[in-house]
């Protein structure tokens, strides 16, 4: 992919009459679209909540926060000079890497002067007449854009849970999505930890190392694997720099998630017992997130499924010493890989420390929150401070943040209200020139967040080329295609066993949400080629119109 291209395109507007395109959220994928937005010659305008670059690595900085995709492949490919150059230190990068990397990115693109950083998009509404966005920020100005593009990600909006009592807490609340930008020091208070998911498994190990009593809260047990991270070594690095062209195309093309990996030929019962045991403690012992990728029917058979749930449940009971506590520990209530896996470093080991302890609070659910701790099942706890881990309105929640108008004042939150509904998780009908990245109803959140970022943006931004070249003004996803893709979407992730949890892929950590199966379980590189296939179909199921009038600024 280049990293830009000539100024072929006509730009519409200048920043006084409007913008061609406005984006939501300068996150990877915010920022690798306005690279190629202007690398075709287009205005663009980059609205960022924050104050810096980085999106979901910017917000998460608590202790241990870590991406369980491994640094070599969460990072850029569009440029292979940056991929070439930039040494990534660990196999699991370190959230302050990550951030260091965006801002990195970030400097050498030049891409600060087009980003308006502590603003956020409040409001677009789609003018017929004019087939253009006018988007209000929360400076109070309004700006008008031919295509508004979300950029909001998938896991940024972060949810705190409404428990009794919680406004009167007396000593500092932290959520692991809101995490402040000073070091947070724990030593020798006493810490409850109200969650049991990716983040509360990354930082109870390092706050439970500080504290002098950890409480940890936990509603469902969580399935979780050793990292096994380490420093990379130059010869690994050069490894992957040697073969980068090979190891993307592999990722993009033939891994259903979007990293590269050795895949499985067998299924799980397809082997006896004990080679199933050296299988699996093979992947163990290598760690990270590709062991449920040992067999290749984990996802769909529930019988194959069990036994590398087993598998995990016995090592959690060999690890923690208590044998009531492994109990705790060991999840029993969703198939293994339903809900995304966690990827830690000593997490269950930590329950072996004697100034942690876990409570069971399915049993003995939180009552409220009191000044100085909380009450579960008629029992109160006293601690100084309170982290809360207790995820995102994921997928739909940023989004639904912005009230978007679109044809006939219908607002996207209406129409979703079911459920997310989109034309490859792209576009919704009714909403013209408003393009989603990594939008419900695509792979997304189940695939490697960057592959599947460049592949949207590319895809984007030649379907605005194409429009420009052609004259078109407005883009929109018929309905006939949009309903088809939904019941697609929906068809292939019930062949699965991923609806049998109750997670965020389903919506269903969030009171009063729909219950959907919201990214596309079909894989990435079956995705892509269904998006190729559209694109050179001249944009299947989207319809583009031109409006006859004058363009009020040309550029060359
Ligand atoms: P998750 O995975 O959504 O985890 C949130 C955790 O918080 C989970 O254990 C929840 O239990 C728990 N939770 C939420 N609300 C409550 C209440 N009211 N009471 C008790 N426990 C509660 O979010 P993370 O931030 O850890 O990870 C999100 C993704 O980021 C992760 O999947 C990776 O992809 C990276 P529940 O399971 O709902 O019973």
């Given amino acids: 992919m280049p990293a830009s291209q000539p100024n072929a395109i006509k730009s519409r507007s200048s920043a006084a009459d409007g913008y061609d395109v406005v984006v939501v959220g300068a996150g990877f994928a915010g920022m690798y679209l306005l690279h190629r937005l202007r690398g075709l010659g287009l205005s663009v305008r980059v609205y960022e909540q924050g104050n810096g670059v980085g999106g979901t690595w910017y917000w998460n900085r608590y202790p241990g926060a870590r991406c369980d995709v491994e640094s070599m492949q969460y990072s850029y490919s569009f440029s292979d000079e940056l991929q070439q150059e930039w040494d990534w230190s660990e196999r699991y990068a370190p959230q302050p890497e990550i951030l260091r990397y965006a801002n990195h990115v970030a400097d050498r693109f030049n891409l600060r002067s087009d980003i308006q950083f502590d603003t956020r998009v409040d409001r677009a509404v789609f003018d017929e007449g004019s087939n253009t ?26 949810r705190m849970p409404d428990f009794k009592g919680l406004a009167d807490f007396k000593g500092n609340v932290y959520h692991t999505g ?47 694997v050793p990292a096994r991270n380490a420093r990379l070594t130059a010869e690994e690095r050069q490894a992957f720099r040697d073969n980068y062209p090979e190891i993307r195309r592999k990722a993009r093309e033939e891994m259903r998630n979007g990293i590269f990996q050795e895949l499985p030929e067998k299924g799980a019962l397809d082997e006896s017992e004990e080679q199933r045991r050296a299988r699996y403690g093979a992947r163990w012992a290598k760690g990270g997130l590709t062991f449920t990728a040992t067999y290749n029917n984990i996802a769909i058979d529930k019988a194959a499924n069990d036994t590398a ?188 066993l991923m609806p049998q949890a109750n997670s965020w892929y389903m919506g269903a950590n969030i009171p009063g949400k729909p219950r959907i199966f ?39």
Avoid at 210 to 217: N, R, T, Y
Wanted: aromatic letters at 8%; charged letters at 20%; hydrophobic letters at 40%.
């Fill in 309 to 496: 749930a087993d598998f995990v449940r016995e090592k959690i009971a060999e690890i923690v010493k208590d044998p009531a506590v492994a109990r705790l520990l060991q999840p029993d209530n969703h198939p293994i890989g339903s809900k995304r896996i966690c990827v830690d470093t000593d997490y269950y080991a930590t329950y072996n420390r004697p100034n942690v302890k876990l409570i069971d609070v399915k049993a003995n659910p939180i009552e409220q929150i009191l000044p100085h701790g909380l009450r579960a099942g008629g029992e109160d706890y006293e601690f100084d401070d309170l982290v809360l881990a207790t995820g995102f309105d994921a997928m739909t929640g940023s989004v639904a943040k912005i009230d978007i108008e679109g044809r006939a004042g219908e607002t996207l939150n209406h129409k979703w209200s079911a459920g997310p509904r989109t034309y490859l998780g792209l576009m919704s009908e009714g909403f013209p020139n408003l393009f989603i990245i990594t939008g419900p109803g695509s792979p997304s959140v189940l695939s490697n967040m960057i592959v599947s970022i460049e592949q949207h943006v590319d895809w984007i931004t030649d379907c605005i080329g194409y429009m420009r070249d052609r004259d078109f003004d407005c883009m929109e996803a018929t309905k006939a295609a949009e309903d088809k893709w939904v019941a697609h979407v929906n068809e292939v992730a019930y062949t699965t």
């Fill in 518 to 556: 919201m990214p596309y379980i079909g894989g990435v590189g079956v995705y892509r080629q269904i998006c190729n296939d559209v694109a050179a179909k001249d944009y299947e199921g989207f319809a583009m119109t031109a409006a006859p009038r004058q363009r009020v600024a040309v550029s060359s």
């Fill in 133 to 158: 966005w006018s988007v209000t920020t929360s400076d109070g100005k309004t700006v008008t854009a031919q295509f508004v593009v979300l950029a909001t990600g998938c896991l940024s909006n972060a």
């Fill in 178 to 224: 809101h995490w402040p930008h000073e070091p947070v020091d724990f030593t020798g208070k006493r810490v409850a930890v109200i969650g049991t998911g990716s983040s509360a498994i990354q930082s109870i190990p390092l706050i439970a190392e500080q504290a002098s009593q950890l409480f940890v809260f936990q509603r469902t047990a969580n399935f979780s």
